[in-house]
């Protein structure tokens, strides 16, 4: 029987896990965990534990009596936040990783999703349709880990045949929940100054091109990557995916063919030395071809769908 618990599932993308999952699977096959003492509202519908992911004891413990047998592991600090708490941030992302593949190495997890991210890549990467093999110099703690983090996934699966599966996450787009501390927030909290105020202060420049994917993508993405066959997971550090790229002007001239009064300024701040160091565009044909990954968000609809259905009371 499939029992998934996934972990940091208060934050952007885990909520939004949970529930896919929960639709798929069934609400008893899902458990949703968070540091957070309360579950989170949208959450109620099925199980709920809190779990510090650096309470290593308590983390298995609660993993081998519920007989847990996949986990989605995304409790991190984020690119922006990071660099605020470059010490806690590298404990956090890292410790808590090296917890769950001890326990799949132990044979207590049949399957693990660790999400890597394109913060993966640094300033000497080749920044147009980045490659699925290249130069890989991260310049901020959070890509930092993640590269890290690559390695590890990629020797436990070599060394221990851990059956890890991951995915470089672009920027995710979504009107469930509010940004989380990365460098491409702007392409969220964009739509939310839209509606409110009728402008925004980007702290990006005008042209800063990032790849980005709207969030129903990026879940459906790792839960196909999950369900893929063993044989068909060729890539055990981390998925190159892809879904749209755009920069503030470009996202801001298709918001105003919607609200045409809205305006937009620039006032780049220290995430701007952050998003220069990262690709302008993804290739992910190894996603392609080997699980058949396809998206199904363009820009166009990614507008429609938020300006639709962001709350501007929320901020």
């Known amino acids: ?24 699977f069934g609400a008893d096959a899902v458990i949703a965990s968070d540091v957070k003492e309360n579950c989170p509202d949208v959450l109620e519908g099925g199980a709920y534990a809190q779990l510090d992911i650096l309470d290593r004891e308590k983390v298995r413990k609660y993993i081998i009596e519920e007989s847990v047998n996949e986990v989605y592991l995304l409790a991190a600090l984020l690119s922006a936040t990071a660099e605020k708490n470059p ?5 956090l992302n890292m410790e808590g990783l090296f917890t769950i593949l001890d326990l799949a ?32 110099e991260p310049s901020t703690v959070y890509g930092i880990s993640k590269q890290a ?4 996934c990629e020797y436990y699966f070599n060394k221990f045949n851990v059956d890890v599966r991951s995915i470089r996450y672009p920027g995710l787009i979504s009107y469930t929940s509010l940004p989380g501390g990365g460098t491409t927030d702007y392409a969220v909290d964009i739509f939310y100054k839209a509606k409110k105020d009728g402008r ?26 999950m369900e893929a066959p063993k044989e068909s ?3 055990r550090s981390s998925y190159n995916l892809s879904g749209c790229s755009f ?3 470009q996202i801001a001239e298709k918001i105003n063919k919607h609200l045409p009064d809205f305006k937009i300024s620039y006032s780049p701040d220290f995430r701007q030395a952050i998003a220069d160091s990262w690709p302008m565009s993804i290739d992910d044909s190894h996603a392609r071809e080997d699980w058949n990954w396809k998206e199904e968000f363009n820009e166009e609809k990614i507008v429609e769908i938020m300006l639709n259905n962001v709350n501007p009371e929320l901020v």
Request: a positive charge; hydrophobic letters at 40%.
């Open 1 to 24: 029987m499939k029992k998934i618990l996934v972990i940091g599932a208060g934050g952007q993308i885990g909520s939004e896990l949970v529930l896919a999952l929960r639709h798929r």
């Open 87 to 91: 010490d806690f941030a590298w404990k």
């Open 105 to 136: 190495k132990e044979g207590y997890l049949k399957k693990v999703f660790w999400p890597s991210s394109i913060a993966v890549f640094g300033p000497t990467t080749p920044r147009v349709n980045t490659p699925q093999y290249t130069v890989m």
């Open 233 to 235: 997971v060729k890539i």
């Open 149 to 152: 983090g690559e390695r590890w």
């Open 247 to 249: 920069t503030p002007k």
């Open 200 to 225: 925004y202060d980007c702290f990006l420049s005008a042209d800063t091109q990032l790849p980005m994917m709207y969030m129903e993508d990026a879940i459906r993405a790792s839960i196909e990557l």
